[in-house]
């Protein structure tokens, strides 16, 4: 038998790192909330306005100029159909049965050099799968090296995981036969806890878009999220103070994330969602459920008490993967996974269910602002985050813009513009770029469209219909809301 080059898979892919506490989970290996803007939605404090048609055209703030998209040059040729017979038998000397028994040996490296030689770019999904895990320089060098030969592209430097990535989604190459099922190889090396994703065939994901966002999967029962985890943390049932508990911690300038259900409000300090991400929570008597993706720089806030008839309160957890530089959130009860930026469940009983969780408003605003809107406001309890009470990564390490791969870019905003963004009831997508709209509120303008606007509340921005109810918009980054919403319009909407 001929001896493996190296003992095990493991010694050559990054495996999750165990936390001495819930603390270091959430805040230090926590890169799945590592692309925020320093643009800052701190100043992002007041829109106000109701227009009839919305096509207002008379507002005289212009948004930001456009940004060069980069130049991901020509695709190479894609081959259809069937993977060649040399190819198959590489794919599965790579990523079959050895390397789910932890083998990766000269057999493996023979096969990465196969790959490399196929002129099929399809199967460089693979090879940034792998890569994207891998910590052996050896193999990084190997995978990113045959990753560029298939592509025809020079792959270089520490980031070939990304920049692999971006050119596949950039040039949209689609999946190879079988792509799911040695991908499910891949990541199941980081943990078991993953199968019921990867193996429900009737998912409607794209995998291809699927990594690892460097974190473990929040997989603790409802109601037991003070026990600690490999995960970033989330919050069921989260102690909360009055006024006089916030002040004590927060000053006036805190950003917060301001939610008002019948007549119950509660400030969500942004502090406190960099380090937790998700919240299960109970307002004005409807039971929520609350994902925080820095990556997107979107709070949400989904009603969870709104479902089919017969099945559960989904209770939603971080899963630690992506999807475009999103945060996959799931229902630990069944492990159905939620598209988080729209509310749809996509896999598992839920989807089978067809649950789609509807959108409450959220607010983004400051301490200050919020509680001088709203006086008998409730706000998470400083305990909650866990020893880091001034986290603001938004500003600091994740000032630089996104980390995780999303291959082209809309160019008619900066990549992390803050907008508002809403879906009206014809089903047309549109983007509020949010300094914009605020200086045409300040200067008496309308800001809307079609049956939407926007007004104020609590010092920040809330989209309402045209009878004034709340249509659960809520401020991401541009590059995020116009990744999941490609047809969307931007305001204000040229003549």
């Known amino acids: ?117 196929s002129e099929d770019p399809r199967v460089a999904w693979w090879l940034s799968d792998l890569l994207r895990i891998a910590q052996d320089p050896t193999l ?7 990753a560029g030969d298939v592509l025809g592209i020079s792959v270089t430097g520490l980031d070939a995981w990304g920049d692999v990535t971006n050119h596949l989604i950039a040039w949209d190459v689609p999946a190879p036969p079988d792509y799911v099922r040695y991908k499910q190889n891949v990541y199941l090396l980081l943990t078991q806890s993953w199968e019921p994703f990867f193996t429900d065939e009737d998912a409607d994901i794209d995998w291809r878009y699927v990594s690892w966002g460097g974190v473990g999967i929040d997989d603790r029962p409802y ?94 957890r971080t899963s630690g993967l992506l999807i475009r530089s999103n945060k996959v959130m799931f229902d630990v009860n069944t492990f159905s996974v939620f598209d988080t930026f729209l509310g749809d469940a996509v896999s598992g009983p839920l989807a089978d269910a067809g649950v789609v969780l509807p959108q409450a408003g959220v607010i983004t605003t400051t301490w200050g602002q919020w509680k001088e809107a709203h006086p008998d406001t409730t706000v998470l309890a400083e305990e909650l985050a866990l020893g880091r009470p001034d986290s603001d990564l938004r500003n600091t390490r994740d000032a630089n813009g996104p980390i995780f791969p999303i291959g082209d870019v809309d160019p008619r905003l900066p990549i992390q513009e803050d907008v508002v963004g809403v879906v009206t009831e014809s089903g047309q997508a549109i983007a509020f770029q949010v300094t914009a ?22 010092g920040g921005v809330r989209a309402v219909d045209a009878d004034g109810n709340d249509v659960g918009g809520h401020q991401a980054f541009w590059f995020a809301w116009s990744q999941f919403q490609p047809d969307t319009l931007v305001w204000p909407i040229d003549a």
């Open 437 to 458: 709209a605020i200086d045409a509120l300040e200067a008496g303008e309308e800001v809307g469209f079609e049956e939407i606007s926007l007004e104020l509340d609590g």
């Open 1 to 117: 038998m001929r001896k493996p080059l190296f003992a095990s898979a493991l010694t050559l892919l990054l495996v999750l790192s165990a936390c001495s506490s819930a603390d270091d989970d959430a805040a230090d290996t926590d890169d799945e909330a590592s692309a925020s803007s320093a643009s800052g939605v701190d100043e992002a404090a007041t829109e106000e306005g109701d227009g009839d048609d919305g096509e207002d055209e008379t507002a005289t703030t212009e948004p930001p100029e456009p940004i060069e998209p980069v130049d991901y040059g020509d695709p190479p040729p894609i081959p259809d159909g069937p993977l060649s017979e040399e190819v198959t038998t590489a794919v599965e000397d790579l990523l079959g049965p050895r390397l789910s028994e932890g083998i990766i040996d000269q057999q493996s490296f023979d096969a990465i050099r196969v790959l490399g030689e």
């Open 140 to 146: 990084r060098e190997l995978l990113g090296g045959s």
């Open 223 to 316: 109601d037991e999220t003070d026990e600690r985890c490999n995960c970033i943390p989330a919050a069921d049932n989260p102690e909360v103070t009055d006024v006089a508990g916030g002040d004590a911690w927060l000053d006036d300038d805190t950003v917060v994330f301001g939610l008002e259900i019948d007549g119950e409000a509660r400030a969500y300090p942004r502090s406190i969602m960099e380090v937790r991400e998700m919240v299960n929570d109970t307002l004005g008597g409807r039971d929520i459920g609350m994902p925080y993706c820095t990556l997107c720089g979107s709070a949400q806030a989904y009603f969870t008490d709104e479902v089919p008839d017969g099945v559960d309160r989904p209770i939603l």
